[in-house]
């Protein structure tokens, strides 16, 4: 089982959902992408990862185009705010789905406010590819 997981800047919600694909099976591959990938994953992510016991401090956000020849049996794609638009993925894909969820890196306030926010993001993002994972792969 191949997945891709595609978002704009892969420093967010992808690198999340990727860390809690791999956690619930590690027989699956599983990797994210963006279209336009930032330099760093976003250290908040980072932060609320590994307060779950998730470490994302040596991922880096890939460019979606080292992955346009591959074959997926899903590619996946989270961004959910309107100001942001992810593309059709036109490789090889048995299946195509949108898991949509808001930017936390959109947040402001304070660090605390930030952070609430990102947790907030990080368990329905856990919730909702516990249920893709539960319907779909597991066996």
């Known amino acids: 089982m191949k997945i891709l997981i595609l978002c704009i800047g892969n420093s967010c919600r992808s690198q999340m959902a990727e860390g809690f694909l791999k956690t619930f099976d590690k027989t699956i591959e ?8 930032t330099e760093k994953v976003n250290p908040y992510a980072v932060k609320v990862m590994n307060e779950i016991g998730i470490n994302l401090e040596t991922n880096y956000p890939k460019n979606v185009n080292v992955f346009l020849n591959e074959e997926w049996d899903y590619v996946i794609t989270v961004c ?41 993001i990080r368990d329905k993002i856990k919730n909702e590819f516990m249920r893709f994972y539960l319907d779909n792969l597991k066996i």
């Open 30 to 37: 599983v990797h994210s992408a963006g279209t336009l990938p």
């Open 80 to 120: 959910d705010d309107a100001n942001e638009s992810c593309p059709v993925f036109n490789g090889k894909v048995k299946n195509r789905i949108h898991l949509g969820f808001e930017d936390p890196a959109k947040a402001k306030g304070n660090d605390e406010e930030i952070l609430t926010e990102f947790r907030k």
